[in-house]
T-cell receptor, first 115, second 113 residues
Framework: AQSVTQPDIHITVSEGASLELRCNYSYGATPYLFWYVQSPGQGLQLLLKYFSGDTLVQGIKGFEAEFKRSQSSFNLRKPSVHWSDAAEYFC?????????????FGTGTQLKVEL | GAVVSQHPSWVICKSGTSVKIECRSLDFQATTMFWYRQFPKQSLMLMATSNEGSKATYEQGVEKDKFLINHASLTLSTLTVTSAHPEDSSFYICRGEGRNGYTFGSGTRLTVV
């Protein structure tokens, strides 16, 4: 069974600083990997995904993530954080099951941005 | 892009009553619908997976008789929380997946009093 670990429960960065959110996964085959963002009381918005190909994936809102098979990691990065980026971020790994892509989520990282 | 409309966005109900949550895929056919539950400050936990026209597959520990899932068409899936109790209070969110798209609904905040 697949699993996802997000080691950092909370991260605080200053506006304009760079950001890296860590994600490690466990899955026997080539994984489908996702990063989602969730604002308080809201649903989830897909930031980016990796299925295959280029290991550096560009997403929305200036985010990118790099798939490193040797480290089983899929860390999310942003060169300059904006105050509006404050939210909860979830990494997820997907596996094809029963005709659909079953996602397993990490526990999330709460990002706070200091002005 | 693919859109899943989820209603209601929030609901308050009395203990012992039932609540139905709807997810509609607006511009794609959701052959599979995943239902998740998220308790405060926790991650999303998969409750069940349903394929159109088939019975749902429930994750371990999820009571299928309490959380009734119907996926009778490619554009509509429902989750009914039967005889709700305060411990069922949570954020419920669906995710539709089809050949032309996959996306989350906006979620339903259920509070049982």
């Amino acid at each position: 069974a697949q699993s996802v670990t997000q080691p950092d429960i909370h991260i605080t960065v200053s506006e304009g600083a760079s950001l890296e959110l860590r994600c490690n996964y466990s899955y026997g085959a080539t994984p489908y990997l996702f990063w989602y963002v969730q604002s308080p009381g809201q649903g989830l918005q897909l930031l980016l995904k990796y299925f295959s190909g280029d290991t550096l994936v560009q997403g929305i809102k200036g985010f990118e993530a790099e798939f490193k098979r040797s480290q089983s990691s899929f860390n999310l990065r942003k060169p300059s954080v904006h105050w509006s980026d404050a939210a909860e971020y979830f990494c997820a790994v997907g596996a094809q099951e029963g005709g659909g892509n079953k996602l397993t989520f990490g526990t999330g990282t709460q990002l706070k941005v200091e002005l | 892009g693919a859109v899943v409309s989820q209603h209601p966005s929030w609901v308050i109900c009395k203990s012992g009553t039932s609540v139905k949550i709807e997810c509609r895929s607006l511009d794609f056919q959701a052959t599979t619908m995943f239902w998740y539950r998220q308790f405060p400050k926790q991650s999303l936990m998969l409750m069940a997976t349903s394929n159109e026209g088939s019975k749902a597959t429930y994750e371990q520990g999820v009571e299928k008789d309490k959380f009734l899932i119907n996926h009778a068409s490619l554009t509509l899936s429902t989750l009914t929380v039967t005889s709700a109790h305060p411990e069922d209070s949570s954020f419920y969110i669906c995710r539709g997946e089809g050949r032309n798209g996959y996306t989350f609904g906006s979620g339903t905040r259920l509070t049982v009093v």
